[in-house]
């Protein structure tokens, strides 16, 4: 009798549907990630004395796009994600209080490079992903 329960609560714990997965942008070691990179990206399209790293970036996506597998995110979610109008739209919000929290003037590129030359000191991700010219 003890097997045959043993065996129901087996077989009721296979059939039992997997955890389903949070959308990307609610995993925080991926968003925040790809935030960094875009922060990085506005820094060094801006600031004329900054410049990218960009072997580390392209390395660094590729860490990424490989860490959300092994979290078990398929190619098409991965895709979906960065691709979408609504997700950007999303980042491009945060970069912008990224940038007002930390006293950017946007309409200033010295602004901008003063955060990269701080970042790069701090050797913080942000500041990994650049280079001063």
Do not use: H, N
């Not at 997997?18 to 820094?43: H, N, S, Y």
């Not at 200033?108 to 280079?131: F, N, V």
Request: net charge positive; glycine share 6%.
């Amino acid at each position: 009798m003890r097997f045959i329960v043993i065996a129901i609560t087996g077989l009721s714990l296979m059939a039992a549907p997997a955890m389903a997965k949070p959308p990307l942008r609610e995993v925080a070691v991926i968003d925040d990630a790809l935030l960094d990179l875009g922060i990085a990206d506005r820094i060094r399209k801006t600031c004329p004395t900054i410049s990218a790293r960009m072997l580390k970036a392209v390395s660094y996506v590729w860490d990424l796009k490989a860490q959300a597998r092994a979290l078990g995110y398929s190619e098409a979610e991965i895709e979906a994600y960065v691709d979408s109008e609504a997700e950007k739209d999303r980042m491009r919000a945060r970069g912008r209080a990224f940038f007002k929290a930390k006293g950017v003037d946007t309409s200033d590129p010295q602004s901008y490079c003063a955060l990269g030359r701080a970042e790069i000191q701090k050797s913080s991700r942000i500041g990994s992903l650049l280079k001063a010219k």
